[in-house]
């Protein structure tokens, strides 16, 4: 049970908070904010940062992105903000030059509470924000235009209980070439050999019937249509609002015009085997070009969207204290090849904060995260054995720490449940005694 100063804080939080809910107005005429920022602001203005909960949010936002997981994409999660906590999560991930990444986030409840989403690109020197939204009925979808590793954050805001489920996908970035939208049509692929090793393929070959019409894959400019010895009779275009140019070769016909304003769809040539490829089966060699030469334009075009696994994780367990059935690994990401963070004795306490696939994703009473196989942990319900307290006055902590609060003190002769343990300290509870941690 809440004592009265607890109940009183919550009170004045959710004050305040229905205060900035009101609040209407720009909080910045100079530079628009992304939408953590502004409610970032909005604690501050109503002063919110000077209360323990507030300063928590903060911090959150800033330790969570330091903590950020490894995963890969496509990734699917559910997950679960506690209201009594103030959660963040971060994760970071890699991706390509051309590809184009779709954010899904669905909460329970639907409206209501919030959750902040922000990406950033990662850079040895700093953090670029891409995109950033505070409501996502609809897909967050935007184009990689760098190669490297990008990073997410979530969020929610302050004392809101929120269910969500988290899928990131990435797909191309640029339509297909040609109308028949077939993997298998692509034969030769980014960096193979060519002239007996002495140069590299700078493209893919896309192979199909003679005179098949090549079409325009973005809405853009035609900027060259020429010819040479490698690629034939060529068409060059410029996708509109984007840093690279678009290269079609080895056209038997070229039917866009240099300068051409020309849309998704429009024709630009017919395939056919001009210049250096006359001697093979008739094909479009498809490139990018960037100012720095050119990259794989594979990603930019790729017909498969690989999928997330689907969470087996049992979802009951969100938001629970469980432990280990057994000395189990925690891992820097969920997949048994990755990093192992920690190696966890039997009875260990964690907190499952998110399901994917067949893992949790865990946090020690320590506030180390990681991800651990479901299977090897179950609810802390059930006591391992009974404890008989053996000292004059044994104090109950609310975290594994002798410097944390006292949430009661136990005397000599009580009988306890054992929960778990981590470290040196034992989570105890029993009917008459609140639950906490005690010293071994």
Same mark, same amino acid.
């Given at each position: 049970?809440?004592?009265?100063?607890?109940?009183?804080?919550?009170?004045?939080?959710?004050?305040?908070?229905?205060?900035?809910?009101?609040?209407?107005?720009?909080?910045?005429?100079?530079?628009?904010?992304?939408?953590?920022?502004?409610?970032?602001?909005?604690?501050?203005?109503?002063?919110?940062?000077?209360?323990?909960?507030?300063?928590?949010?903060?911090?959150?936002?800033?330790?969570?992105?330091?903590?950020?997981?490894?995963?890969?994409?496509?990734?699917?999660?559910?997950?679960?903000?506690?209201?009594?906590?103030?959660?963040?999560?971060?994760?970071?991930?890699?991706?390509?030059?051309?590809?184009?990444?779709?954010?899904?986030?669905?909460?329970?409840?639907?409206?209501?509470?919030?959750?902040?989403?922000?990406?950033?690109?990662?850079?040895?020197?700093?953090?670029?924000?891409?995109?950033?939204?505070?409501?996502?009925?609809?897909?967050?979808?935007?184009?990689?235009?760098?190669?490297?590793?990008?990073?997410?954050?979530?969020?929610?805001?302050?004392?809101?209980?929120?269910?969500?489920?988290?899928?990131?996908?990435?797909?191309?970035?640029?339509?297909?070439?040609?109308?028949?939208?077939?993997?298998?049509?692509?034969?030769?692929?980014?960096?193979?050999?060519?002239?007996?090793?002495?140069?590299?393929?700078?493209?893919?070959?896309?192979?199909?019937?003679?005179?098949?019409?090549?079409?325009?894959?973005?809405?853009?400019?035609?900027?060259?249509?020429?010819?040479?010895?490698?690629?034939?009779?060529?068409?060059?275009?410029?996708?509109?609002?984007?840093?690279?140019?678009?290269?079609?070769?080895?056209?038997?016909?070229?039917? @866009?015009?240099?300068?051409?304003?020309? #849309?998704? $769809?429009? +024709?630009?040539? !017919?395939? %056919?085997?001009? /210049? *250096?490829?006359?001697?093979?089966?008739?094909?479009?060699?498809?490139?990018?070009?960037?100012?720095?030469?050119?990259?794989?334009?594979?990603?930019?075009?790729?017909?498969?969207?690989?999928?997330?696994?689907?969470?087996?994780?049992?979802?009951?367990?969100?938001?629970?204290?469980?432990?280990?059935?057994?000395?189990?690994?925690?891992?820097?990401?969920?997949?048994?090849?990755?990093?192992?963070?920690?190696?966890?004795?039997?009875?260990?306490?964690?907190?499952?904060?998110?399901?994917?696939?067949?893992?949790?994703?865990?946090?020690?009473?320590?506030?180390?995260?990681?991800?651990?196989?479901?299977?090897?942990?179950?609810?802390?319900?059930?006591?391992?054995?009974?404890?008989?307290?053996?000292?004059?006055?044994?104090?109950?902590?609310?975290?594994?720490?002798?410097? @944390?609060?006292?949430?009661?003190?136990? #005397?000599? $002769?009580? +009988?306890?449940? !054992?929960? %778990?343990?981590? /470290? *040196?300290?034992?989570?105890?509870?029993?009917?008459?005694?609140?639950?906490?941690?005690?010293?071994?």
């Amino acid at each position: 049970m809440k004592t009265p100063r607890l109940l009183l804080w919550f009170f004045s939080i959710a004050f305040a908070m229905f205060i900035i809910s009101c609040k209407t107005g720009s909080v910045n005429l100079f530079k628009a904010a992304s939408p953590h920022e502004q409610y970032q602001r909005k604690l501050m203005n109503v002063g919110l940062d000077k209360t323990e909960m507030g300063s928590a949010w903060l911090n959150a936002a800033a330790v969570s992105t330091q903590k950020a997981l490894n995963i890969n994409i496509p990734y699917k999660e559910n997950g679960y903000f506690a209201a009594d906590k103030v959660p963040a999560a971060a994760y970071k991930f890699n991706a390509t030059k051309g590809q184009k990444l779709t954010i899904k986030l669905t909460k329970t409840p639907s409206v209501g509470a919030l959750i902040y989403i922000d990406v950033w690109y990662n850079t040895d020197q700093a953090q670029k924000l891409i995109t950033s939204a505070d409501t996502l009925n609809n897909p967050i979808v935007f184009d990689i235009d760098e190669t490297g590793t990008y990073l997410i954050r979530l969020q929610p805001e302050l004392l809101q209980n929120v269910a969500y489920e988290l899928e990131i996908t990435a797909g191309p970035s640029l339509a297909f070439p040609i109308k028949s939208k077939n993997t298998n049509s692509i034969k030769s692929y980014w960096g193979d050999g060519r002239d007996n090793d002495a140069r590299k393929h700078e493209g893919v070959d896309i192979f199909g019937n003679f005179r098949t019409p090549v079409l325009a894959i973005s809405e853009g400019t035609v900027t060259r249509v020429n010819e040479n010895n490698l690629g034939g009779k060529v068409v060059w275009m410029r996708p509109k609002g984007k840093d690279y140019t678009l290269y079609y070769a080895h056209l038997d016909e070229q039917i @866009a015009v240099e300068g051409q304003e020309v #849309k998704i $769809g429009d +024709t630009l040539g !017919l395939m %056919g085997n001009t /210049g *250096n490829a006359r001697a093979t089966p008739t094909h479009l060699h498809f490139g990018v070009y960037t100012f720095n030469g050119a990259v794989n334009p594979l990603p930019f075009i790729d017909p498969v969207t690989k999928t997330p696994a689907n969470v087996t994780a049992p979802g009951n367990r969100l938001n629970k204290t469980l432990r280990t059935t057994s000395a189990v690994k925690m891992f820097a990401s969920p997949q048994n090849k990755a990093t192992v963070l920690a190696t966890l004795n039997s009875g260990t306490i964690v907190q499952a904060n998110a399901a994917t696939g067949s893992y949790y994703k865990a946090e020690l009473p320590d506030g180390s995260i990681g991800f651990i196989q479901s299977n090897g942990l179950i609810k802390a319900t059930e006591p391992l054995k009974k404890l008989k307290i053996n000292v004059l006055q044994q104090k109950v902590y609310d975290k594994p720490d002798s410097l @944390a609060a006292v949430k009661t003190t136990l #005397k000599e $002769g009580q +009988t306890v449940s !054992l929960l %778990g343990t981590f /470290g *040196n300290y034992q989570l105890i509870g029993s009917a008459d005694a609140e639950t906490g941690w005690i010293i071994k």
